[in-house]
């Protein structure tokens, strides 16, 4: 034997995600490659002295996870011992919240800034009693008078502050939100300590940013984490100038920098793609395309005149200073625009009034409508005509329209061979926008984990009907969409298991109710958002996202037979063994 294989799995169910979404029995890996799929016959000649050899004893062996929508430095940054752990079922009402403030002053210098992640009005008792009821500055002075507070939702488009941190940040009855932006106020005309969307910029302003030290742990922690539940690839989706006033720079673009750093030390344990974020949530046409230009240099976007396909896009977006780094480990794939903000808040731009009115908005720059849509199509429009991949923000059924319509229209008027814009999120796309998206080769990544936590809570904001919808896999894949799936992490845990259940059943978390059945997808289908379709989005189906030889060897492995498994019973089962690039970075067979 010339070559024996360095790693060999035998005895499971092998889900190769192929075309066919074949099922074998055994793999072989060489050299960090797929070497073989087949029998055990097929495979156990390649079983060297040397070769570790894996009984899976009927577990199943996947492609690598792909999250494919995952703020990695950011999840780093809100979970303990980092930030205070403020989700569901670690609280469940406005006192718990109260007392983990309450302990965290006593355990922390006078004056040092308190932060905590997670909080979901849906889930917090008194709110749940009484929707009018909100989160409260008032809520959090009697626990922390002198230490400033600033609480992040869940969904990263709500900051909650007590009066300490008001104080210090300058904003009182007199105060003015920055465009796209809302600071809520109380019947008497004072600031309430909750701020959505792009007014969450004046916290972030007046925090000091984040240390080296503290990204690369944040970094640190999310690696670990991820490699425990078999994601071999995640997506950073938006890094860059336009990310330096959220979440104390997490998205900003020195954590780019401390990617490079990880890579060059070896400690990058999963493949990162990034897209650029030359502006944050709300901005203009014009400040969009001068960061761009300033943002996306040439060392690290290839320039439209060399632009000949995808793939050398991909294979020339290294982000290693010295220019040598793999870019099959980290890469910039394209840039990112914000078009509106998000259904619990109301910012969401819909076609149809919210339940109690308001339609929301896109978030860019323009006073009218019409306005704000030119905007967004001349942001699409330049970032398209300059060769780059565009991953654009977008929830309400309006706002996901305009998106599509702009695509389209940029793509008619500078031809390019497979761009693969994709919708982020996608909430509420409509038939009008899977069509053109179908047509186009454009795809729209979704989040069955975010439909998970708030199902329920949707109703009160756009009714039953249009709350089932949310998140339309079963349309979007049967009008020949592309969708891949993201955890949106912090937003949500990246715990794939539990989006592939949400996927198949439509359960809510909160209740159990099931949200729309007739946009349930089947196992296979709800695997290919995790695996081969979304290694498509990073330009990368053709050589990771499924278990073919000559792919990359980015493994994972759970226990138990996933195929025959109860939907309910998959984000239970725990995962064993994660392999990225052919090495073994997450293994409890051993233990």
């Known amino acids: 034997m010339d070559a024996y294989a360095d790693l060999v799995f035998l005895g499971g169910r092998v889900v190769t995600v192929d075309a066919e979404f074949s099922v074998a029995s055994a793999l072989a890996v060489t050299g960090g490659i797929i070497s073989a799929v087949g ?72 004056g040092q800034w308190i932060t905590g992640h997670g909080w979901d009005a849906g889930y917090l008792d008194e709110c749940v009693a009484d929707p009018s009821r909100l989160p409260s500055r008032c809520d959090l002075d009697a626990a922390s008078p002198d230490h400033p507070v600033v609480l992040y939702s869940f969904s990263g488009h709500a900051t909650w502050v007590n009066s300490k941190a008001m104080e210090l940040i300058g904003i009182d009855r007199h105060s003015v939100a920055p465009p796209g932006g809302a600071i809520v106020v109380d019947e008497a005309g004072e600031p309430t300590g909750l701020l959505h969307e792009g007014a969450q910029a004046l916290v972030q302003n007046a925090l000091p940013p984040l240390s080296r030290q503290e990204r690369t742990d944040a970094i640190r922690s999310t690696l670990a984490t991820l490699a425990r539940l078999g994601v071999t690839s995640y997506t950073e989706p938006g890094l860059g100038p336009g990310g330096d006033g959220i979440m104390r720079g997490a998205l900003g673009a020195e954590t780019l920098d401390v990617y490079r750093r990880l890579l060059a030390d070896g400690e990058l344990t999963a493949r990162v793609g990034v897209l650029l974020l030359p502006t944050g949530m709300a901005s203009t046409a014009e400040e969009f395309t001068r960061s761009l230009s300033t943002s996306a240099s040439p060392t690290e976007l290839t320039s439209p005149t060399e632009l000949t396909s995808p793939t ?29 903000g998000i259904v619990p808040n109301k910012t969401a731009w819909m076609h149809e009034p919210y339940v109690g009115g308001g339609c929301g908005a896109l978030c860019v720059g323009g006073d009218l409508d019409d306005e704000r849509v030119d905007e967004i199509r001349a942001m699409v429009r330049h970032a398209h005509a300059a060769g780059h991949q565009l ?23 500078h031809p390019r061979p497979d761009a693969r814009h994709y919708v982020i999120h996608g909430d509420f796309i ?57 955890s949106d992490a912090p937003v949500t845990s990246p715990d794939w298991r539990q989006g592939v259940a949400t996927m198949m059943l439509r359960e809510s978390k909160a209740t159990g109710r099931v949200s729309g059945p007739e946009q349930r997808i089947g ?36 226990d138990g037979d996933l195929l025959g498994a109860d939907p309910h019973d998959i984000p239970g089962m725990p995962v064993v063994l994660t392999v990225v690039d052919g090495q073994v970075v997450h293994d409890t067979l051993r233990d």
């Open 430 to 486: 409509t038939a009008h926008s899977m069509k053109l998206l179908a047509a186009h080769g454009f795809g729209v990544n979704m989040n069955p984990t975010i439909k998970w936590t708030v199902a329920d809570m949707e109703e009160e904001f756009v009714g039953a009907g249009r709350a089932a919808y949310a998140w339309p896999y079963r349309d979007a894949i049967d009008a020949g969409v592309r969708v891949a799936s993201g």
């Open 39 to 110: 029998g055990r016959d097929d495979i156990v000649p390649l079983v060297g002295p040397d070769t570790r050899v894996v009984d899976l004893r009927g577990a199943t062996l996947l492609p690598g996870i792909n999250d494919s929508h995952l703020h990695g430095c950011a999840f780093g940054m809100a979970t303990p011992p980092l930030s205070l752990d403020l989700g569901h079922p670690a609280v469940s009402s406005l006192a718990d919240v109260t007392e983990a403030v309450r302990e965290a002053v006593g355990r922390v210098p006078g």
């Open 312 to 340: 050398e896009l991909t294979s020339t977006t290294a982000l290693g200073a010295s220019g040598d780094a793999d870019p099959r480990r980290l890469a910039i794939h394209g840039v990112k625009i914000f078009a509106d």
């Open 391 to 413: 991953g654009v923000h977008a929830t309400g059924d309006r706002a996901i329209d305009t998106v599509t319509d702009a695509f389209a229209e940029a793509a008619a008027e």
């Open 523 to 558: 196992l296979a289908e709800a695997i290919r958002t995790y695996t081969i379709d979304a290694a498509w989005q990073d330009f990368a189906d053709d050589w990771k996202g499924s278990l073919e030889p000559g792919k990359v060897a980015d493994l994972c492995v759970l």
